[in-house]
């Protein structure tokens, strides 16, 4: 069966320092990835997908960056972290080229202080 | 571009009452619709889906959705809430881009 992983589950960084959220999914191949975040009071936000390894899609203009150096692992970064990065961080999979439910993470929150 | 709307931020039920959550979406095409649970200190999971068929979707505990196309709604509804669905409820749809896209969120809280 398939699973996904994503850590750290809880963060506390100061601002300006970097970040690093990793995340790797299980028991598929070639799966489409995604990163989403939720800030407080706010619904779910695209911030990144990708459809295969090197390539990832951006959905708003931020300070945070996504690489995907192998099939089935997705990596959220910041090189300086602002207060407004704090919230709570989803990394989610689905079947390529199938319109079908995405499968999500158990999430990270992210305190920036 | 495609957006959803959830009409209550807030809920507050007692046990045994009725529920029904709206969700509206904007994109007039083919869509698939998700309703989806985040009880607290959990992740998100699958409460039901529609993909085509039958509007009226059943889903896990008790749930179902109804997809009114002339309205572009998805409502949830539970005909009988218990206190152990206090949670908050996303409604989401994917469009032809394969995108998901969120509403806002619902919190709802069942006194019990």
């Known amino acids: 069966s398939q699973t996904i992983h994503q850590w750290p589950a809880t963060l506390v960084q100061p601002v300006g320092s970097p970040l690093s959220l990793e995340c790797t999914v299980e028991g598929t191949s070639n799966p489409n990835l995604y990163w989403y975040r939720q800030a407080a009071g706010r619904g779910l936000q695209l911030l990144f997908y990708s459809v295969g390894i090197g390539q990832i899609s951006s959905e708003v203009p931020q300070n945070l960056s996504a690489s995907r150096p192998q099939d089935r692992q997705f990596i959220l970064s910041s090189k300086k972290l602002l207060l407004s990065d704090s919230g709570f961080y989803l990394c989610?999979?689905?079947?390529?080229?199938?319109?079908?439910?995405?499968?999500f993470g158990e999430g990270s929150w992210l305190t920036v202080v | 571009a495609q957006s959803v709307s959830q009409h209550n931020h807030h809920v507050i039920l007692s046990e045994a009452a009725s529920l029904e959550l709206g969700c509206n979406y904007s994109?007039?095409?083919?869509?698939?619709l998700f309703w989806y649970v985040q009880y607290p200190g959990q992740h998100l999971q699958l409460l039901l889906k529609?993909?085509?068929?039958d509007p009226l979707v059943k889903g896990i505990k008790g749930f179902e959705a109804e997809f009114i196309k002339s309205k572009f709604s998805f409502n949830l509804r539970k005909p009988s809430v218990q206190w152990s669905d206090t949670a908050e409820y996303f409604c989401?749809?994917?469009?032809?881009?394969?995108?998901?896209?969120w509403g806002a969120g619902t919190k709802l809280i069942i006194k019990p």
């Open positions: 994109y007039g095409g083919t869509v698939n």
């Open positions: 989610a999979w689905s079947v390529k080229g199938r319109i079908n439910t995405i499968y």
């Open positions: 989401a749809v994917k469009d032809s881009n394969y995108q998901l896209i």
């Open positions: 529609y993909f085509s068929g």
